[in-house]
Each structure stands twice: as C-alpha cells, then as structure tokens.
C-alpha cells in the first residue's frame, strides 16, 4: 500500500511540475509577444537604420525591484544567438518605458573624436525624447569606453564609445549614453546603482554580452 501511494505520489508531482512548466511557458511566450512591439518600436526609432536585425532571444527579469524584458536583435536570419558580434538589445518594463538600450557594429569602430560639449547634447537629447520621466538628472563626467566586438570574420575589435554619466537626484541612481564616432546611440542604460566603496557598480550589467553569458550558463 504503501509502495503504491508512493508510486502514485510521484506521478502525481511529475504531471504537475510538467502543467507548470507547460503554464510558465505559456505566460514567457505571451509576455514576449506583448512586449515585443514596444521593443521593436525603441529599435525601429533608435536605430531606424537596422532594418535587417530580427529578433534572436528574449529574457524576462529584474532590474532593481522592476520585472523587464530583454529583448536582443541580431542582424541577417539565422535564429542563432552570436554573443560578443554586432546585436541590438532592448529592454522595456511592463509601463512600456524604456529601461536600457545596446548597439553594436562594425561601422562603430574607429577613433572617437568626438567633443564634450557635443556628446552632452547629444546625450541629453536622446534622455529627453526615449527616457522623459527622468527629469532631475545631474552630469557627472566624460570618459571613453572600450567595448569589444568579433567582426563576420572572427576578428576582435575594440569601439570606443564616449561614455556620459549622469545621476539622477531623486532616486540616487546612475545612468549613462554612451556614443559612436558618428554620434549614433551605442548603449543607454539607467536605474544603475553605484557604490564607490564596493569598488564601482552594485547591480547587473544587463546589456553586456558577458552578463547574458553567464545568465544563459545558469538557465
């Protein structure tokens, strides 16, 4: 009897671990296609340019105390997903507000020549029009920043972008533009929270290919 309850037992939680994981994939499909269109709208506006990018992965997760979704385009047909080459990624938040924003390719690599005064205007522009509601935000430096790509022919490439920080004064946290040689947006990202005593930045670096790596490695 008892051998038998427990048999029954089992079969019972296997069905119900398969209808849950049945149900949750079901509810990261739905949210995928809901929030897509936002994605693809950021994608189209921001980088109207990319027309042959097609979407090769999407990811549900948090940012601070905000579900997001990920959503990350690469460029040609393939449904394969090529970490480290030329990729778009957007992630939105469930009240359709942008929450961060990467580009990359090859056209992006060369010197940065570009000057202070200009990337500030620049960065401040794209702020206003893609991330309105972050209105008491306070400029904090320039700097240069290097971040890889492996070419269509495997060769690695460094871009040097022009990273402008800002903090916003409310909330305390950071956000950053960082921009192409030729001005284009290479990545926005926000809501960062920053610790100077913990050697630099506390949370997740969700648009970094390296991030999604090891992300990917733990599903």
Known sequence: MNRRYKTYSIIILFILCITNLSAQNVNDHVESTKYRTVAEGFKSAIAADAVDYNLVYFLKDKINDD????????????????????HITVIVDSRNKLKGFARTDEKMAGNNTMDDDKCRQLALAFINEYAPDLTDIRFQWINNQQISLTDNSNNKKELTGKWVKYREAKSGHYLWVILAPDGRIMEFDRDIVWSFFRGGRVNELWLRDEWLAKRMTKK
């Open 67 to 86: 579900v997001v979704y990920i959503y990350r385009f690469e460029p040609g047909n393939s449904p394969a997903l090529n970490l480290h080459h030329a």
